[in-house]
T-cell receptor
C-alpha cells in the first residue's frame, strides 16, 4: 500500500527562524513528489514539484529536497513569517499503468509561526 | 477563469438526505479530480475525469456516491442518502493533463456537515 508519512505532526517557531519538515514515502512506481501549503479553510496550493532526477527545488523562501534512494524529502523554510502558518502537505505521485498519475497525501505538518 | 470554483462553500444535510456539490475547473484544464478530507486528515482520492469521461474511479464509494462532468456545465459530486461519516471537506482540483509533473490546482472546498 502506498504511504506518505510526515514529521513532525506540528511545530511552533518564532518569526524569522528557519525550520525543516520531513517526509518519508513508500510509493511505487514513483513519479514525482510535491509539497503543498494549505491555509486554514482553504484549498492546498502547490509549492514545489520534483521528479526522480531532481534533488532540490526552490520557490522563494521554500526549498525542497528529494532523496529517491532513501525515499525521503524535506521542506526547508527560511526566515519564517507569520503568513507561513499553515499545514504543509507532502504528496507523492505514482504512475498509473496506461498513463496518468495518482496522488498519495501525507497527513501534513501543522506549522505555527509566532512573534 | 484562473481559479477552481466550488459551490456551495458550506452544506448542511440531515442524515439520509441528498447532497450535491459543484466544481468549475480552470478554463483549458481537461482533468478534474475530487478528494475528501475528513477532520483535516489526509486527502482521500475519490474520482477523476478527463473532460466528460471518467478516468479513474477507484476511490468512489459506489453505493451512494456519483459524479459527472458534462460539457458546458460545472462538474458535480452527488451523495445519496448521506451518512454522518460523509461529513468532510470535499475538494475539487483541475490540471492541464494527468501525466508527469503537472500541478493540480485546488478549489477552496465545500464543507459538508451531516447531522
Amino acid at each position: 500500500k502506498n504511504q506518505v508519512e510526515q514529521s513532525p505532526q506540528s511545530l511552533i517557531i518564532l518569526e524569522g527562524k528557519n525550520c525543516t519538515l520531513q517526509c518519508n514515502y513508500t510509493v511505487s512506481p514513483f513519479s514525482n513528489l510535491r509539497w503543498y501549503k494549505q491555509d486554514t479553510g482553504r484549498g492546498p496550493v502547490s509549492l514545489t514539484i520534483m521528479t526522480f532526477s531532481e534533488n532540490t527545488k526552490s520557490n522563494g523562501r521554500y526549498t525542497a529536497t528529494l532523496d529517491a534512494d532513501t525515499k525521503q524529502s524535506s521542506l526547508h523554510i527560511t526566515a519564517s513569517q507569520l503568513s507561513d502558518s499553515a499545514s504543509y502537505i507532502c504528496v507523492v505521485s505514482a504512475g498509473l499503468t496506461g498513463g496518468g498519475n495518482k496522488l498519495t497525501f501525507g497527513t501534513g505538518t501543522q506549522l505555527k509561526v509566532e512573534l | 477563469g484562473e481559479e477552481v470554483a466550488q459551490t456551495p462553500k458550506h452544506l448542511v444535510r440531515g442524515e439520509g438526505q441528498k447532497a450535491k456539490l459543484y466544481c468549475a475547473p480552470i478554463k483549458g484544464h481537461s482533468y478534474v479530480f475530487w478528494y475528501q478530507q475528513v477532520l483535516k486528515n489526509e486527502f482521500k482520492f475519490l474520482i477523476s475525469f478527463q473532460n466528460e469521461n471518467v478516468f479513474d474511479e477507484t476511490g468512489m464509494p459506489k453505493e451512494r456516491f456519483s459524479a459527472k462532468c458534462l460539457p458546458n456545465s460545472p462538474c458535480s459530486l452527488e451523495i445519496q442518502a448521506t451518512k454522518l461519516e460523509d461529513s468532510a471537506v470535499y475538494f475539487c482540483a483541475s490540471s492541464q493533463s494527468n501525466g508527469g509533473a503537472r500541478t493540480q490546482y485546488f478549489g477552496p472546498g465545500t464543507r459538508l456537515l451531516v447531522l
